[in-house]
DNA sequence: CATGAATGAGAATTCATTCAT
DNA sequence: CATGAATGAATTCTCATTCAT
């Protein structure tokens, strides 16, 4: 990809993560990019192609995180932990992609096929996991999709919460909060 | 409160749903309204204004709408399964306040002293059930926040998936993920 | 005049002088004037009309103030410093109106029957002394309109400036000033 | 200077002479110099900053124009007459700025240094002139500020009304009020 | 008569997009 | 390819005026 594409991108997401949708102009990306207003219309359609293409490109970058160091012949639990850890990481780190999903939200969908294959990837491996523990029994049988918002969606907005300083979270807490999560999914004796 | 505001506001929901922050001007508001767009000032300092308001009434409805039939001298898990379930019947009844907080997320923050009481008010019950869960070693020595998400948090937003028709949840899985969300923040013996 | 219609041309007197022509609302005048924004149409067509009024209702003033104690039996000299100092005292008193005719200009001139009355009478006295002064040779013989430009509008600028803070004129000075514009005036042997 | 600032500022005097301040719109402006409406805001901060741009353009403009051809070494009467007839003519000259300086009265000062600068340039041949005059005894002993209202003031009110019609003076006249403004400063013998 | 809520045309200003250089 | 001045439609907000109470 040309180093001023990724300027481009680089400035929007900036300033998305600032000031949201309204209140970003084509300028405001270009003076933040360092190129002429003009210029950001040789690599984007018009303003909502460039926050879709923006949107896949963070998409991409998470389907990558996500999956990071985790191999499928690892024991469940372990695969767990390192995902609800790569969420975790992923939007607390320095240089995480600072916008949440919410953001793009209002956004006119594309649809692109790029990003439905994205999606797929970016879950392959989450769905092995919960398709291998329903499998032995270890999983509550429900559909992968409750699964994840039951375990993963609350990392990530936990995480979301700390970042914005809505409150703190130590690492003792971290660690009875990987518990949580997974005690919600797996099956219990009553 | 006037006839006007009432619609005004009615009008800002139903169009903040639609097409978000950005995308929605005061004309719209007005039409949508059935007001003049000057008529929209008599009311709302400026749009900000308009936009704060709004949120302060949706709070106002959604705290009350979390805490109805709960009584502090029931059981843990029977407030737990109330409150969850007018969490989610909220979000997905017909007249439901069709927004979600992370529509708010990129507004200004007022701060306002009103804010603080709504946001007190609405978590009193909720605090109430999770300092006894506790006090009584039945649920995770967790921050009450942390409780929330894990287990709350999880339902809203199966609730806005379930709406939006991301995927859909039948009464079976519904009742599994009410147990799931228990099972997130009470203590197990392993 | 009703009470209600003095307090509404007062009421813009100030807000005039305030604020200059742009910058005032009806709002503001009827705040000001402490009655309501259709109270004023009862008394004045439009806000033109008020304008316009309010420019009758101040020369009317100043018509009576600069004949002030001024008496056709007085000798030349008496008379032209009681009218100066007149004219002096008019702009620089504390209940003086505060407008200058310079806001007025841009009025749509609406060369009222009753504005060319007060103007004839305003300068009645001072057509007479400048008549009486121009046929025993005190004056210069030029027409009475420059001689008036000559000797009371300095007067009027001087006031102006000393009212706006510009520069101070102390009591040495004011009569030096008077004998000055006198000077501009009468003839003198080279 | 643009070509295109330019032609705004003249476009802004034209209409302000004939409109003042409230009655001329930035639509208005931008029809007159043939721009677009938003082009004017590439070279100006707003309205007020268009305006006061405009009225430290003109004071340049006077500063040049009362200055010219005059030399310090000219006998003092020379000088002045000079001066006066420079604003005589510069008031009543076909591409004369039309604006007077009571028409920026009411604009909230901003007392910039340049124009602090550009006053103190545009009287200092004045301000030598009566400085020379007051050191050899021929001038009254006043203030600068008082001589020049005294003086020149009239001049530049006689040669507004000259051009609003609301009297001619012809050529002896003009004489005449030359050598009564001198009148009006230099000591008499009484 | 007096009120002031409501109106909607018009104001200032912004900003996505184009195009001559 | 890159630029950034220019555009003008759209936006937020104001305010003279009306009219039901």
């Given at each position: 990809?040309?180093?001023?594409?990724?300027?481009?991108?680089k400035?929007?997401?900036?300033?998305?993560?600032?000031?949201?949708f309204?209140g970003?102009?084509?300028?405001?990306?270009?003076?933040e990019?360092g190129?002429?207003?003009?210029?950001?219309?040789?690599?984007?359609?018009?303003?909502?192609?460039?926050?879709?293409?923006l949107h896949?490109?963070?998409l991409?970058?998470?389907?990558?995180?996500?999956?990071?160091?985790?191999?499928?012949?690892?024991?469940l639990?372990?695969?767990f932990r390192?995902?609800w850890?790569?969420?975790w990481?992923?939007?607390?780190?320095?240089?995480?992609?600072?916008?949440?999903?919410?953001?793009?939200?209002?956004?006119?969908r594309?649809?692109s096929?790029?990003?439905?294959?994205?999606?797929?990837?970016?879950?392959?491996?989450?769905?092995?996991?919960f398709?291998?523990?329903?499998?032995?029994?270890?999983?509550?049988?429900?559909?992968?999709?409750?699964?994840?918002?039951?375990?993963?969606?609350?990392c990530?907005?936990?995480?979301?919460?700390?970042?914005?300083?809505?409150?703190?979270?130590?690492?003792?807490?971290l660690?009875?909060?990987?518990?949580a999560?997974?005690?919600?999914?797996?099956?219990?004796?009553?």
């Open positions: 990809m040309s180093d001023k594409k990724k300027r481009i991108l400035a929007t997401e900036k300033l998305l993560a600032m000031y949201g309204h970003i102009s084509m300028q405001m990306v270009a003076k990019a190129v002429a207003a003009g210029t950001i219309y040789r690599y984007f359609e018009d303003k909502d192609d460039l926050l879709q293409q896949d490109h963070i991409s970058y998470v389907a990558n995180k996500i999956s990071q160091n985790v191999s499928d012949e690892m024991p639990e372990q695969r390192i995902i850890l790569n969420i990481n992923m939007t607390t780190q320095e240089d995480a992609p600072i916008i949440n999903r919410g953001q793009f939200e209002t956004l006119p594309r649809e096929h790029e990003q439905r294959l994205l999606e797929k990837k970016m879950f392959a491996k989450v769905d092995r996991l398709n291998e523990g329903k499998a032995c029994g270890l999983f509550k049988p429900l559909d992968n999709e409750i699964l994840g918002v039951l375990s993963l969606e609350s990530a907005c936990l995480a979301r919460k700390h970042v914005n300083g809505v409150f703190k979270v130590n690492d003792a807490a660690d009875a909060a990987i518990s999560s997974w005690d919600a999914i797996i099956q219990h004796k009553h």
